[in-house]
């Protein structure tokens, strides 16, 4: 792999790692940006590696089908950085979105996701989902 990517700082692995997901270039941000040991913790289960990054992102785009995301907040501080966002999809909305990266040589080597699906329209806002 490419030294130069390897020595980046947190701050320029999570810009990049956004600006490619906002661009929606899952591969290339995979391969540049995540470690092919990345640990994901999420309400679902830890999930490992690139396999395990994947099917994450299948199961959102399965929840939130193309939906139009909103970056509300970005911190990073040493080798931690911490985002919060919104989304939202005909019928479908989060308001909470909060995700955390801990991040060393160039790599996003853990990440934790939290976020709640709301069904919106039709009455009473309701929680998503089973």
Known sequence: MDKALRARSAREVFDDHLRLAAEHRF??????NVSPSCVVLERRGVFRGHAGVGELAR???????GARY???????EGRVAFLEWTAQVEGVRVRDGADSFLIE?????AQTIHYTLERVGGGADR???P
């Open 27 to 32: 591969a290339e941000d995979l391969a540049r």
């Open 59 to 65: 199961l959102l785009e399965e929840e939130l089908p």
């Open 70 to 76: 909103a970056y509300t907040n970005r911190l990073v």
């Open 127 to 129: 929680p998503a989902g």
């Open 105 to 109: 040589q160039g790599w996003i080597v």
